[in-house]
């Protein structure tokens, strides 16, 4: 998944949960790397992390699982993107 797809999913996913009204109640994650396959390609060797993100409606029927499949350096990218959105809403928030 390129960084502008990875930006369009989050995007999907931010206005999915404000759109809706959905918090964040749970998140899982699963870290893999791929060791081999029958063809031999640039994937070998690169690792991803499966996110699932479980939202939950404010009045508290509606759960919604969103699944995510990202590399390493898109998670790293992701994370600091919502470290500089944390650090937005503590000044404004």
Same mark, same amino acid.
């Given at each position: 998944?390129?960084?502008? #797809? /990875?930006?369009? $999913?989050?995007?999907?996913?931010? =206005?999915?949960? !404000?759109?809706?009204?959905?918090?964040?109640?749970?998140?899982?994650?699963?870290?893999?790397?791929?060791?081999?396959?029958?063809?031999?390609?640039?994937?070998?060797?690169?690792? #991803? /992390?499966?996110? $699932?993100?479980?939202?939950?409606? =404010?009045?508290? !029927?509606?759960?919604?699982?969103?699944?995510?499949?990202?590399?390493?350096?898109?998670?790293?990218?992701?994370?600091?993107?919502?470290e500089k959105a944390k650090l937005e809403m503590d000044v404004y928030g």
């Open positions: 998944m390129s960084r502008c #797809r /990875l930006l369009r $999913k989050k995007s999907q996913v931010t =206005n999915k949960m !404000t759109t809706q009204n959905q918090q964040l109640v749970d998140l899982d994650w699963k870290f893999a790397i791929n060791v081999a396959n029958s063809k031999n390609d640039e994937n070998t060797g690169t690792a #991803r /992390l499966y996110l $699932k993100l479980t939202t939950m409606s =404010n009045n508290g !029927t509606d759960r919604t699982d969103i699944p995510l499949s990202v590399t390493l350096e898109q998670f790293y990218a992701l994370v600091h993107q919502l």
